[in-house]
């Protein structure tokens, strides 16, 4: 079972250039979101939608834009890297209902010298 | 405001023993609770959590978590802790004002010792 697919992996950028996240989900799900962690700050959302064609901004959007190209796909862009953006970044996702857990991918590893 | 705390930023414990992860939350209205584990190098992988009904809640993994409404604490627990157990868990509470999200603490780092 695939459930949430992150691409790349592991990734290097010098400040300035662009890149976009990848995600896609298998599970059917309404709701995908996209975090940022770092060391000691846990989780921080930075956007979300709730279906597909609507996106939101979360806690910390500044420097990101997204796309939700299809139920199953939700993408992350940084449009110039900034070294303040070298993080982790996971993708996740869940239904609708209030009870239910978000599913998450293994990640994004991303460095900005 | 929402919030979850997550007052310890390691625990450390003997193979064998009991272990205990500790989580309070602050919310209005009927909290919706969640625990989470992640392993080096992997996304976050859902335990258990809570919704309504028993305080205590089995999850995976023998994991098991106490609610309890007048602490306001939903305590992550073992009966006898593996060295496999070592991992960073996270607990998070439904946000009421908008029940597509999650709100997660900043996490607790578990290390099991032989």
């Known amino acids: 079972n695939a459930g949430v697919t992150q691409t790349p992996k592991f990734q290097v950028l010098k400040t300035g250039q662009s890149m976009t996240l990848q995600c896609a989900q298998d599970?059917?799900?309404?709701?995908m979101y996209w975090y940022r962690q770092d060391p000691g700050m846990g989780l921080r959302l930075i956007y979300y939608?709730?279906?597909?064609?609507?996106?939101d901004k979360g806690e910390v959007p500044n420097g990101y834009n997204v796309s939700r190209l299809n139920k199953r796909e939700f993408s992350l862009r940084l449009e110039s890297a900034a070294p303040s953006q070298t993080s982790v970044y996971f993708c996740?996702?869940?239904?609708?209902?209030?009870?239910?857990?978000?599913?998450f991918g293994d990640g994004t590893r991303l460095s900005i010298l | 405001a929402q919030s979850v705390a997550q007052p310890e930023d390691q625990v450390n414990v003997a193979e064998g023993n009991p272990l205990t992860v500790k989580c309070t939350y602050s919310?209005?209205?009927?909290?919706?609770l969640f625990w989470y584990v992640q392993y080096p190098n992997r996304g976050l992988q859902f335990l258990l959590k809570?919704?309504?009904?028993?305080?205590l809640v089995k999850g995976s993994y023998g994991f098991e978590a106490e609610f309890n409404k007048s602490q306001t604490s939903f305590h992550l627990k073992k009966p006898s802790a593996l060295v496999s157990d070592s991992a960073l868990y996270f607990c998070?509470?439904?946000?009421?004002?908008?029940?597509?999200?999650?709100?997660f603490g900043t996490g607790t780092r578990l290390q099991v010792f032989p």
């Open positions: 996740a996702s869940s239904d609708t209902a209030y009870n239910q857990p978000q599913h």
């Open positions: 599970m059917n799900h309404n709701s």
């Open positions: 939608s709730a279906s597909e064609g609507t996106t």
């Open positions: 919310v209005s209205g009927n909290p919706y």
């Open positions: 809570y919704i309504t009904g028993d305080n």
């Open positions: 998070a509470v439904r946000d009421i004002y908008n029940t597509d999200k999650l709100i």
